[in-house]
């Protein structure tokens, strides 16, 4: 698509209380197989055909920390998705991991979504 990939880091743990919201329906997500063979677990939130933003939450976080905003990215037209990252929620965890070793994820899973 061309269109650029924006990430945001979240230093502080701003929205534990979103983990304490879950609903059946934000507990859903999706899985992709990496190449190495480990599952990448992701959530989006918003508008599906708004400009992709990729949340990447802090080093003890995961998915649930966005808070319950789905209205106002959809108004701003913005598709937030929400990795999470290796051995946090629903993702394989990856010895011997590096902060280094996470942009590869993140770009196996902007490929899978066509960004």
Not at 28 to 54: A, I, M, N, Q, T
Request: a negative charge.
């Amino acid at each position: 698509m061309g269109e650029p990939i924006i990430l945001l880091t979240q230093e502080h743990q701003l929205f534990d209380v979103a983990a304490t919201l879950a609903t059946p329906e934000s507990m859903e997500c999706e899985r992709l197989l990496l190449p190495d063979g480990r599952f990448l677990s992701y959530k989006e939130y918003g508008d599906k055909e708004g400009e992709p933003v990729f949340f990447c939450h802090s080093a003890k976080g995961s998915r649930f920390q966005v808070p319950p905003i789905d209205d106002l990215l959809q108004r701003s037209r913005i598709r937030l998705i929400v990795p999470d990252r290796p051995g946090f929620g629903l993702s394989d965890p990856l010895p011997n991991r590096t902060m280094c070793s996470w942009p590869a994820d993140l770009v196996a899973l902007a490929d899978k979504l066509l960004i």
